[in-house]
C-alpha cells in the first residue's frame, strides 16, 4: 500500500477503467495513511495466525469479511470524480459499521448457534440487512455494477419464488425476511459461504505470495527470461508477450491487472516491430487471462477447485497441464503466423539479455514456486504451504542485492498483499448472497433442469448451452468468483449425462475465464486496447480469435478424457480419485489436437511458410474440426487433408524459395 503506484504512469490511468479495484485513494494525509496500512498489515498477520489458531468458521470468516469491507470504504471513494486524497467522514462510519457487523456475530455467536439456534430476532435481521447493504455497495465501488445487479437479481427471487406468474419449475414455497437473511448471515451457506472460505483459506494466502514475489522481482524476472528465450525470434515481442503474461497470470490470478502491468512493457515493443496495435493487445489479453488455467496455481482456482470438488489437488494440478500446454501452443502459433504473414523480425540479439545472465541474476526466485509444488505434492495442506513458500520467499531474495527485501518492503507487501485481495474478497462476498439464495431455494437444481431440457438429451447441446451459461454467469467478473458461480449453477448440469466431476467442473472453468475475452464484456482485452491505443471491440474480437483453443478444448477432453490423463471409464460422476489414463492414449489425443491447433492457426491466419488461400483456409478449418471431434474415422480423415493441404502449401513456399534458373 505503498503510494508509489504499481505501474507506469501512462498505463495508470487504464487500469483503472478497465480493472475498477485500482482506483483506491492515496491519502494526503500522513496519519490516515499509516492508519490504513496497519489496518492493512495486521489484516495479513490475521490470516498467517489463523492457519495455525483457527477459529470457528462463521467467526472467522465474518472478521475476513468485515476488516476488508472496512479497508474498501477507506481505500476506495464511492464516485471516480471524487477526492482521493482524502477520507470523507461518511466512508469512516462506514467502515465502522462493517466492523461492526462481524463485532456483533462475535458477541452473539453462542446465543446464535445455541440458544436461537439458526432463527434470528429482530436484531440478527437487522444486522443482516446492513450487512448485505454494505457488501453490495462495497462490491459497486470495487467491481462495478455488473455483480451487485446479479446479486440483487437473485437476492430478489425468494421474495417472489411462491408466486403464480413464475413457471411451475421455479416456484417455491413463501419465505419470511429471517428466513432469507438468516440464512444470508447466521449461517455459513450465505454470506460466509464455500466461496469466502476459499478467499480466507487459500485465495489471500496466495494474492499475499504474489505481492512478495512481485517485491522480490519476479515479474521483472520473467520477462527478462521470455526475452532471452523467445525475444529474437521471428514475432519475438509477440511471444514473449504470451510467455511472461502466462507465468505471471498463473500466479497473481487479476487478468486486467496482470494485461496492465506486463502489457506496458510488452505491447510497445510488438508495435515497434510491426504488429498491428490491435493484434498487440488482444495477444497480451489472450496470455494474461490464459494463465488462469496453467498450473501450478492457475491464480489459486486450483486450490478452490480441489475444496470445491473434494479432489486431491496434484490430480487437478496434473489434469491441467496439457490443456494449458496446447492453449499457449494454438496462441503461439497464430503470432507465429502471423509475423510470418507480415514478415515481422524479432529483436536483435545483442540487445536482449543472456539466458545465463537471467538464471544466475534471479533464477534463485524459481526456488520458492518449486519448493511450492514439491510440498502441495506431498499432500501438505494448502494453507501452511502457502505460508511457508512466502517465508522461503523471503529467505531466498536475501541470496542476491538484486532481490534482497528489506523490513518495509516486507512490510509494504504485507500491506500491498491485502489491498490486492480485497477485490476477491468483495467478489465471493457478493457470490455468498447468490449461493444462499440458490441453497435456500433450491434454484440451482432449476437451472441444472433446464440446461437439460433445452440440450433436448443431446450431450452436445447440453456442453453448447453449459458453456453459454458459464460464460454468461462469468462475463465482469474476476476468474475465482466466475469459477464458483459456474460450479454451483452450470456444473451439476453435466452430471445428468455421466460425466465425472473432474471433467465438468474443468469445463464450467473453462468457460467462465474466458468471458475475459468474450465480446462484448471483454475487460481483458479492453485493457490491453487501452495500452496499445487500438479499438477496443476490435481488440476484443483479435482476442477472441486467439484465444480459439480455450473454447474447443474443453469439448476435447469432455469426449476424450485422456487429454487430462485421466481414466474415466467406468467411474461415477461423484468420482475423488482417477486413475492415469494410457500414455498411448494421452500420446493420440495430444497428437491429433496439436495438429488440428497447427491447422486451426493457419487457417485462421492465411498462412503456412507462405499465404494461404481462401479455399485452403476454410478447408484447413473444417479438417481441424474434423481432427478434434472424437471418432476414429474423423480423425484420420481430418489429419490427413490437414497434412495434404500443408503439404501443397509447403511445396508452392519452395517453389517461391527457389532461385531462378536459366535456359
Known amino acids: 500500500m505503498t503510494k508509489e503506484p504499481q505501474v507506469a504512469p501512462d498505463t495508470q490511468e487504464v487500469l483503472e477503467k478497465y480493472d475498477r479495484d485500482a482506483t483506491t485513494r492515496q491519502f494526503d494525509s500522513k496519519t490516515i495513511f499509516w492508519i490504513v496500512t496497519i489496518i492493512a498489515v495486521l489484516y495479513s498477520v490475521f490470516h498467517l495466525y489463523m492457519v495455525f489458531n483457527p477459529m470457528p468458521a462463521l467467526q472467522q470468516r465474518s472478521i475476513h469479511v468485515a476488516v476488508g469491507l472496512a479497508l474498501i470504504y477507506m481505500l476506495y471513494p464511492m464516485f471516480k470524480s471524487q477526492d482521493r486524497t482524502k477520507l470523507p467522514l461518511f466512508d469512516w462510519l462506514l467502515a465502522g459499521l462493517s466492523l461492526f457487523t462481524a463485532g456483533y456475530i462475535l458477541v452473539e455467536y453462542q446465543a446464535i448457534v445455541t440458544e436461537r439456534g439458526g432463527i434470528p430476532n429482530n436484531v440478527d435481521i437487522a444486522v443482516a440487512i446492513l450487512a448485505v447493504l454494505l457488501i453490495l455497495e462495497a462490491a459497486r465501488r470495487v467491481t462495478g455494477l455488473i455483480l451487485p445487479i446479479l446479486a440483487l437479481i437473485f437476492l430478489a427471487y425468494p ?129 494474461s487471462v490464459g494463465g488462469q488455467i496453467l498450473p501450478p496455481i492457475m491464480g489459486a482456482s486450483a486450490f478452490i477447485m480441489a475444496e470445491t470438488t473434494g479432489i486431491n489437488y496434484g490430480v487437478i494440478a496434473l489434469a491441467a497441464v496439457l490443456p494449458a500446454i496446447l492453449y499457449y501452443f494454438a496462441v503461439i502459433m497464430q503470432v507465429h503466423y502471423r509475423a510470418g504473414k507480415r514478415d515481422l523480425k524479432g529483436i536483435p540479439r545483442a540487445d536482449l539479455p543472456r539466458i545465463k545472465e537471467v538464471l544466475k541474476d534471479r533464477g534463485h526466485l524459481l526456488i520458492p514456486i518449486i519448493g511450492l509444488i514439491i510440498m502441495l505434492f506431498m499432500n501438505m495442506p494448502i494453507p501452511r504451504a502457502a505460508i511457508y513458500t512466502i517465508l522461503l520467499t523471503i529467505i531466498v531474495a536475501t541470496l542476491r542485492k538484486t532481490t534482497r527485501m ?4 516486507i512490510f509494504d507487501a504485507m500491506a500491498n498483499g491485502a489491498q490486492q485481495a480485497l477485490a476477491v474478497m468483495i467478489a465471493c462476498a457478493v457470490v455468498g448472497i447468490i449461493i444462499g439464495v440458490v441453497s435456500l431455494t433450491g434454484f440451482g437444481a432449476v437451472m441444472t433442469s433446464a440446461i437439460a431440457n433445452i440440450g433436448a ?25 466466475a469459477y464458483i458461480i459456474t460450479a454451483t449453477m452450470a456444473a451439476p448440469a453435466l452430471a445428468e449425462f455421466g460425466i465425472p466431476v473432474l471433467l465438468a467442473h474443468m469445463f464450467v472453468f473453462y468457460f467462465g475465464i474466458f468471458a475475459n475475452v468474450t465480446p462484448p464484456v471483454a475487460l481483458a482485452a479492453f485493457a490491453g486496447a487501452g495500452i496499445s491505443g487500438g479499438d477496443p471491440m476490435r481488440t476484443g474480437f483479435q482476442a477472441l480469435k486467439l484465444s480459439i483453443a480455450g473454447f474447443l478444448i474443453p469439448f476435447i477432453f469432455i469426449y476424450e478424457p485422456a487429454l487430462l490423463m485421466v481414466d474415466v471409464e467406468g467411474l461415477a460422476t461423484n468420482a475423488r480419485e482417477y486413475p492415469l489414463a494410457s500414455f498411448f492414449d494421452i500420446a493420440l489425443v495430444v497428437l491429433t489436437t496439436l495438429i488440428g491447433l497447427t491447422a486451426l492457426s493457419a487457417g485462421l491466419e492465411g498462412f503456412f511458410k507462405t499465404h494461404v488461400g481462401v479455399v485452403s483456409r ?22 490427413a487433408i490437414i497434412i495434404i493441404v500443408l503439404l501443397l502449401n509447403y511445396m508452392k513456399w519452395k517453389r517461391q524459395d527457389a532461385p531462378a534458373t536459366t535456359s
Open 618 to 639: 476454410i478447408i484447413l478449418i473444417a479438417a481441424a474440426v474434423l481432427s478434434v471431434v472424437p471418432e476414429p474415422f474423423t480423425d484420420v480423415a481430418g489429419v
Open 406 to 409: 528489506s523490513l518495509r518492503e
Open 457 to 481: 438429451g443431446s450431450l452436445f447441446l447440453t456442453l453448447f448451452f453449459t458453456m453459454i451459461a458459464s460464460m454468461v454467469l462469468g462475463m465482469g467478473l474476476p476468474s475465482i468468483p
Open 159 to 287: 421474495f417472489f419464488s411462491h408466486m403464480d406468474f413464475l413457471p411451475n419449475m421455479m416456484l417455491t414455497r413463501p419465505y419470511s425476511v429471517g428466513d432469507i437473511f438468516g440464512q444470508l448471515y447466521l449461517s455459513t451457506e450465505g454470506l460466509y459461504s464455500t466461496a469466502i472460505a476459499a478467499s480466507v483459506n487459500f485465495i489471500f494466502l496466495f494474492i499475499l505470495f504474489g505481492a512478495f514475489l512481485q517485491k522480490s522481482g519476479m515479474g521483472q524476472f520473467f520477462n527478462d527470461l521470455a526475452m532471452a528465450l523467445a525475444g529474437a525470434n521471428k514475432g519475438g515481442p509477440a511471444k514473449v508477450a504470451v510467455v511472461s503474461s502466462g507465468f505471471m497470470g498463473s500466479i497473481n490470478g487479476a487478468a486486467v491487472a496482470n494485461v496492465v502491468s506486463t502489457g506496458a512493457f510488452t505491447i510497445p515493443l510488438m508495435k515497434k516491430v510491426g504488429y498491428h496495435r490491435n493484434f498487440a493487445g488482444a495477444v497480451e489479453a489472450s496470455a
